[in-house]
């Protein structure tokens, strides 16, 4: 059933609205890569470099010691590393073998790992030479299918030279000890041949990830993705995608072998991170910056802007928290960030506000997109150029996907244009559902004519010029005194003040009219501010039910992994204050 056209006038030129071709296995973007650009680089990590046919070799010598293991097609890998440049090996190693891997988050406590491992049933795990990470491991494994751990050292792939004075001056992460019987990355490499088994592969039904998600609203749940659906996904974005190649050279499709630098700023347990730059750099046969720690410098951030200034990264995939944070730098000035040709920012709404004063300040253009963890994760995106681009919207669905705007209460009446409602996703990028989780399943998807739809639980709608506009979470909804609030609104208003770097809204029980907005605001370094100021500038432009009844001032707000704030956290936290 061919899709039809999306009603937008500023469709971009030359972009379909279907494509074919990508019911293939997610690893074989690899194998060509190292096939047609074997000494190109694909990663970057503190000056040591790995090309692609390096990468593979890797690749297939730990799909062979997987198999040696025991690991058979379906089984779960656990992955539980920083952004270090044994991950992309890891990755397709393990896909190559027939596995499934379970990206976890690196800083996880040992009790919220130990859930994802029993919870996917997990057989092997990676994990970083670390004496926290390490340890942190080896509690999480008990009680759990895992039977093989391999520790995996930076020193692996440093420059020698590196590699030798930081393991003289202790500089090199490392664990205490290790457990008898655990496994040492680069023996494992060593010993273990360049063949990988023989497994036949289903790109559309076999899985590629079990990815956790929901975690900031209850018990994380595994999104169930395969193959096709991140092949699609990054093929779709790049038949979407246009941008210069060469300094001031005209929009074009990207260019593959070398013509771009990834900044990998983003997790790549996350599948924005892993999608956007592992998997695109991979795709595109151009190289990719490992940076394990966005925040690393003093202040925060100042290593991954030396970073860009060094490789001159081209393509900075970010969410709004990083752009934020290069915005309110107080060394921005002294970097060289020029070599940055493209961004994109997702994973969190973009305050209008902040994408301006990035672009003031950087010259670089933000194009935002859209999607969630169940859909590997890009479901629309605005026109990469900045006439078509606009502001407050996250543009139309790429191509191949379609969106409809449906009632809140059953999820299958279709809005008029224009209504908000919530937001239904159908598409090859859509997982196969959650992990042993009948009922949620049965709870997000809908069947409307003829397709499946996944309820994505963000509410919003379609306007005039066919931009998909994002008010709010679902669950996130305010009600006073009868009222709609959407938190999403009042905060966009808050980053249009000078003096505010980041702000969340959140509702609170109140006695006379239900619930009352709170606002959480940290300010810009060295500002100071009141609330009666803060009020005062909301009136401008809010109506009385929507202005903050209530406001508290933090030096931070709790973030999640990958950079949203957590309103959750804030709500909880207010509420039980109330």
């Known amino acids: ?69 025991g690991i058979r097609k379906g089984d779960r890998i656990a992955v539980f ?33 130990n859930y994802q491992l029993q919870d996917s049933g997990a057989k092997m795990v990676f994990v970083m030479d670390h004496s926290v990470f390490y340890a942190t491991a080896i509690k999480a494994i008990e009680r759990t299918a895992v039977e093989t751990v391999v520790i995996c050292s930076v020193k692996s792939y440093l420059p020698p030279l590196k590699g030798f004075i930081g393991g003289l001056l202790g500089k090199i992460p490392k664990a205490e000890r290790h457990a008898p019987g655990h496994f040492l990355f680069d023996e494992v490499v060593n010993a273990s041949p360049p063949n990988p088994p023989s497994v036949e592969i289903d790109p559309v039904q076999d ?21 096709s659906n991140f092949v699609y996904d990054i093929m779709a974005i790049l038949e979407w995608l246009r941008l210069p190649n060469t300094p001031g050279g005209p929009p074009e499709k990207i260019r593959h072998g070398g013509y771009h630098c990834y900044l990998g700023v983003l997790p790549w347990y996350h599948s924005f991170g892993m999608t956007l730059c592992l998997i695109g ?50 060394l921005l000035d002294s970097f060289d960030l020029s070599s940055i040709r493209c961004c994109a920012s997702g994973g969190a709404p973009l305050p209008v506000e902040a994408a301006r004063k990035f672009e003031t300040k950087t010259g670089c253009i933000i194009f935002e997109g859209y999607g969630l963890s169940e859909t590997a994760p890009i479901a629309t995106s605005n026109p990469t150029n900045a006439q078509d681009r606009k502001f407050g919207s996250v543009g139309f669905p790429i191509p ?26 159908s598409g090859p990028q859509v997982m196969k559902g959650y992990w042993n989780k009948p009922a949620e399943n049965a709870a997000v998807f809908r069947n409307i004519g003829g397709r499946r739809y996944f309820l994505t639980g963000d509410i919003g709608h379609i306007d005039e010029d066919g931009y998909i506009i994002i008010t709010d979470r679902k669950k996130d909804l305010i009600l006073v005194g009868g009222f709609n609030c959407y938190p999403r609104e009042i905060e966009e208003v808050l980053y249009a003040h000078p003096k505010i770097a980041n702000a969340a809204v959140v509702g609170i029980p109140d006695a006379h009219s239900g619930e009352a907005v709170k606002a959480f605001i940290q300010l810009i370094p060295g500002e100071t501010a009141t609330e009666a100021e803060i ?44």
């Not at 470099?49 to 799909?63: G, I």
């Not at 190693?93 to 690196?106: E, H, I, R, W």
């Not at 003093?298 to 393509?315: C, L």
């Open 1 to 69: 059933m061919a899709l039809a056209p999306w009603p937008a006038k500023n469709w971009p030129k030359d972009v379909p609205r279907e494509f074919t071709g990508y019911e293939k296995p997610l690893f074989s973007f690899l194998d060509d890569a190292a096939r047609e650009f074997p000494n190109q680089t694909y990663t970057i990590f503190n000056d040591g470099k790995r090309s692609f046919a390096q990468v593979k070799n890797t690749a297939d010598r730990l799909a062979n010691f997987m198999a040696s293991k």
């Open 535 to 578: 009020q005062e500038f909301c009136k401008t432009w809010l109506a009385g039910y929507k202005r903050p009844k209530f406001i508290e001032f933090r030096e931070t707000l709790p973030v999640s992994p990958v950079g949203k704030v957590l309103r959750r956290v804030l709500r909880d936290e207010a509420r039980t204050k109330a």
């Open 207 to 227: 899985l590629a990830l079990i990815l956790y998600t929901g975690g900031t609203t209850g018990v994380p749940k595994g999104a169930c993705l395969t193959h």
């Open 81 to 113: 590393l920083p952004n270090l440049p044994h991950y992309p090996a890891i990755y397709f190693g393990a896909l190559k073998a027939g596995a499934v891997c379970v990206t976890c988050n690196p800083v996880y406590t040992h009790q919220e790992l």
């Open 281 to 330: 750099a991979c795709v595109s046969a151009n190289s990719v910056v490992c940076i394990p720690d966005p925040r690393a410098g003093n202040p925060p951030f100042t290593e991954v802007m030396k970073a860009v200034q060094k490789y001159k990264t081209t393509i900075m995939v970010a969410v709004p928290t990083i752009f934020t944070a290069f915005t309110n730098h107080p």
């Open 400 to 425: 191949g996907t379609d969106i409809k705007i449906v009632d809140n209460d059953t999820g299958l009446t279709e809005l008029p244009q224009g209504q908000d409602g919530e937001i239904a996703v």
